[in-house]
């Protein structure tokens, strides 16, 4: 199992980025997906999942309404966008999958398979 996160990048105050993440290796559909994040000096925290079917999705309060998680199952791709995008969104994006059907997994312990991050700076 391969991820690849990419669509990091430096943006301003209020901004819109969008993350993709490649997977490869495995039968993606099967798949339950999240992103994660760590600022520097932080621990790394939990930011939005989403289910193997796309039907249930989850986020951290801190981007709930601001962030949307998604997947094409077809280009076994999964997304997020991230709109008013604020100083303290500021972290490495890390995009984890494990293979659990039908639930949201929020913890980094669930997650089997890491990609390797894409740097989000928020400049004000």
């Known amino acids: 199992v391969q991820l690849q996160a990419s669509g990091g990048g430096l943006v301003q105050i209020g901004d819109s980025l969008r993350l993709s993440c490649a997977a490869s290796?495995?039968?993606?559909?099967?798949?339950?997906m999240g992103w994660f994040r760590q600022a520097p000096g932080k621990e790394r925290e939990f930011v939005a999942a989403?289910?193997?079917?796309?039907?249930?999705?989850y986020y951290a309060d801190s981007v709930k309404g601001r962030f949307t998680i998604s997947r094409d199952n077809a280009k076994n791709t999964a997304y997020l966008q991230m709109n008013s995008l604020k100083p303290e969104d500021t972290a490495v994006y890390y995009c984890?999958?494990?293979?659990?059907?039908?639930?949201?997994?929020?913890?980094?312990?669930?997650?089997?398979?890491w990609g390797q991050g894409t740097l989000v700076t928020v400049s004000s």
């Open positions: 984890a999958t494990d293979r659990t059907q039908g639930v949201v997994l929020t913890t980094t312990r669930e997650y089997d398979y």
């Open positions: 290796g495995h039968t993606f559909s099967y798949y339950a």
């Open positions: 989403i289910t193997w079917s796309g039907r249930t999705t």
